[in-house]
């Protein structure tokens, strides 16, 4: 498995943990202070099962020009031809990725590129790991463009998770193993790679975010000026 453990000890907190943190935090404080001390215990489990939730280790990306590299952690569960039913238009590689409530959930950007498209889909919320989920479930698609070549990213949510954040926007330049987002509470990320691309990882491979690479995309090709195109010998 190709899994590099290049990151340091530093640690933070995605922003959209803190609402959860402070809420849960601060009712254990007033449950204390009104002697409902069974309360603020199962309080200050919560609250430390958010810091936990939300925590968001620093990576570092180490990925060449035509690697892909993961944009969660989590354990693969499909590294294959796509299937028609739950993947774009055209033909595609997948990787998916299961997260489960303990995996990091904070994504990253799997390839640097330029975001072409940001689509949110209005779905159900069936167990992450079920097939169907791909195509039925509440996600999020941002579309990369690398060099003419097309990498989709979608955020799929699960059955406990019930909000998707995506901080990008269409038309920005963004860098493989940067943050993009995060999902909350056990989901999935689906990755749809253009045909040509090879997979370095398989089915049950457990893999981190920003780090571990999936794939390698075929090499992008030059683009000849109108000069060189014309050119013929003599």
């Given at each position: 498995m190709f899994f590099t453990r290049r990151y340091n000890l530093k640690m933070r907190i995605d922003p959209a943990g803190w609402p959860f943190i402070a809420g849960s935090a601060i009712l254990a404080g007033v449950s204390y202070a009104l002697g409902a001390l069974l309360v603020a215990l199962v309080l200050l489990i919560l609250t430390a099962f958010f810091v936990f939730f939300f925590r968001d280790p620093e990576r570092l990306t180490t990925a060449g020009p035509d690697d892909v590299v993961s944009p969660a952690d989590g354990r693969v569960m499909i590294a294959a031809d796509a299937e028609a039913a739950a993947s774009p238009p055209g033909s595609w590689h997948q990787i998916s990725i299961f997260l489960s409530p303990a995996d990091v959930h904070v994504n990253r950007i799997p390839v640097t590129g330029v975001v072409t498209r940001v689509t949110r889909i209005i779905g159900v919320f069936l167990p992450?790991?079920?097939?169907?989920?791909?195509?039925?479930?509440?996600?999020t698609e941002i579309w990369i463009d690398r060099g003419g070549q097309t990498v989709i990213c979608r955020q799929v949510v699960g059955i406990l998770a019930r909000r998707i954040v995506c901080r990008v926007k269409e038309g920005q330049p963004v860098t493989a193993?940067?943050?993009?987002?995060?999902?909350?509470f056990?989901?999935?990320?689906?990755?749809?790679?253009?045909?040509?691309?090879?997979?370095?990882?398989?089915?049950?491979?457990?893999?981190?975010?920003?780090?571990?690479?999936?794939?390698?995309?075929?090499?992008?090709?030059?683009?000849?000026?109108?000069?060189?195109?014309?050119?013929?010998?003599?």
């Open positions: 992450a790991y079920r097939p169907e989920a791909a195509s039925r479930n509440d996600r193993g940067e943050r993009y987002g995060i999902m909350k056990g989901s999935r990320i689906d990755l749809f790679l253009p045909p040509g691309s090879t997979m370095l990882v398989r089915v049950g491979d457990r893999v981190q975010g920003g780090v571990t690479r999936l794939a390698t995309l075929p090499a992008v090709q030059p683009v000849l000026s109108h000069a060189a195109r014309d050119f013929s010998p003599a």
